[in-house]
Each structure stands twice: as C-alpha cells, then as structure tokens.
C-alpha cells in the first residue's frame, strides 16, 4: 500500500503531456497507475461514467476523451498495441468525481483538478475582467503555486524556511535584474507590513505567475536535486522571463507602477459588495 500522506498534488502535474500544438493531456494509462487501479478494465468503467457525465454536461466527449492505440515493448522485441485514452483537464476532472473515495489519493486528485477546472473557467473569461478583477484572480493563482513551488523546492532539497527565503530571492534577482525581495519591497515605498506580491498590478503579477510555474515544472521535469541547483535553476527562469519581457520591448518588472490599492483592499471591497 503507498503511503499517500506524503503525496501533493504535484503527481498529477508530473504526469501531465504537452501534444504537438501546444494543449496539455494526461494518458488514462498513467493516470490509473496514480489513482491506484491494478486493472485498466476496472479503471475504464470509471471512465465511462465519466464520459456519460461529460455529454450530460452538453460537452463534446470526443473532444475530452480521445481513445488511441499506444504500442508497448514485449519480450524478444515483440510490440503490441494496447488501448489508452487521452485525457483533458475537464476529462481527469470527471474521472476523480467518479472515482473510488474510499482512496486518499482520489480526494487529492479531487482537490486538484477542481482547482485547475475552476482556474482554466477563469482563464476563459479573463479579458473580461477589469484590472483590480484581474489582480485578484492571478494572485489566488500565484499563492497556490507558491504553495506547489514550496513543496517542489522541499522535494529538491531547500528543506529549511530560510533556506526557501533563499531560494525566493533568487527567483526574484533573475526577474528583477538582481533585486532581492526586501529590495523591490524598498522600490515600491512599502510598510514593513505589507506584502510585495499584494502591491503589484496585473502585468507583474503575471511575470511572476509564469516564474513560479515554470520553476516548479523545470524542477520536476529535470529531476533536480540540491539547494544550490534549485537556487541556480529558480535564478535562470526569472532571468528568461524577464529577458523575454525585455525582447518583446515590454517595461520591465521594478519599472512597472505599483496600484493605489492592495489586493487585500480590493478583496474587502470586493466582499462587501457582495454582502449588499
């Protein structure tokens, strides 16, 4: 039995594929292997009513599942087609709903994809949205990858609080053209008790957004290992982005003008207009 305490959410992320233009998927192989189905028969039942739940929904079920042929290495250099399926994000999304619950893995996967489901709904309308609107919902996003980015960074080795503070700091010296959190924290003119990231508009928090995935995955994806690396590796994405900010001609982070408001005053104005 797998000792799923020590589980995060990034098992699902690191099984996540990226087809050729560009859109992400999840094997329905892999991710029976995940969820903890010995059998890929038992699994595919899950599937079904998952698909039945999709067309219900008015979706277009091909457009979620997409069943393919996958050849596997046999003995002797003999290959042999195997059925797999191809998942979309909504497509897992289903799945874990209809899932075993009695498996704690499931209640993570649940917790997952809702959360991903829910940020892609966001994504969708998100020129819809005026700029304090935009604010609030990439920095929800951020606090939750900076909480996956934390327990990538832990997995690689940066353990210690002051060694994440560490690692923070370089993140930021490669976006910030070497300044380090309580220098941007300087540059903007704030009190001790206000938080940098609650005092930037929705471009910086953007840049910053792209940072902490793009670390957290290139950490996964490379499998790296050592505090050191993890710093070095967290330095050169923010340098990457902000090189490419500075090749599209774009202002660059520190330059960029910080709001009147926090986002901690616009999320209590915010919930005081809903409480009207």
């Known amino acids: 039995m797998k000792d799923v305490s020590n589980y995060r959410t990034n098992i699902f992320e690191s099984i996540k594929q990226i087809n050729e233009y560009g859109s992400e998927y999840w094997s329905a192989r892999d991710l029976s292997q995940i969820l903890e189905y010995k059998r890929f028969d038992k699994f595919k039942n899950v599937i079904e009513k998952a698909e039945e739940s999709c067309g219900q929904s008015d979706n277009e079920v091909p457009d979620h599942f997409s069943h393919v042929g996958k050849m596997i290495d046999l003995p002797k250099g003999a290959k042999r087609e195997i059925e797999d399926i191809f998942l979309s994000r909504y497509a897992c999304y289903l799945i874990v709903q209809n899932a075993d619950p009695s498996k704690e893995v499931v ?4 917790t997952y994809f809702t959360i991903q489901t829910r940020r892609q709904e966001i994504s969708d309308k998100f020129d819809e949205l005026n700029e304090n609107q935009k604010r609030l919902a990439i920095r929800d996003e951020l606090k939750s990858h900076n909480k996956q980015l934390a327990d990538v960074a832990k997995d690689a080795g940066v353990t210690e609080s002051k060694d994440y503070a560490i690692f923070q700091n370089f993140g930021y010296m490669g976006l910030y ?54 710093n070095q590796t967290h330095f050169i994405v923010g340098k990457k982005v902000r090189d490419t900010i500075d090749e599209l001609g774009g202002t660059m982070p520190e330059d960029l003008p910080t709001p009147e408001k926090s986002v901690k005053q616009i ?9 009207k």
Request: hydrophobic share 30%; charged share 40%; proline share 0%.
């Open 107 to 110: 209640a993570l996967g649940q």
């Open 177 to 230: 053209g070497g300044l380090k959190a309580k220098d941007i924290h300087k540059h903007k003119k704030l009190k001790s008790s206000q938080k940098i990231l609650d005092h930037m508009g929705s471009t910086e928090l953007a840049a910053n957004l792209f940072r902490a995935t793009q670390t957290e995955e290139k950490l996964i994806r490379e499998k790296i290992k050592g505090k050191g690396k993890a």
């Open 267 to 275: 999320r209590k104005e915010e919930k005081k207009i809903i409480e």
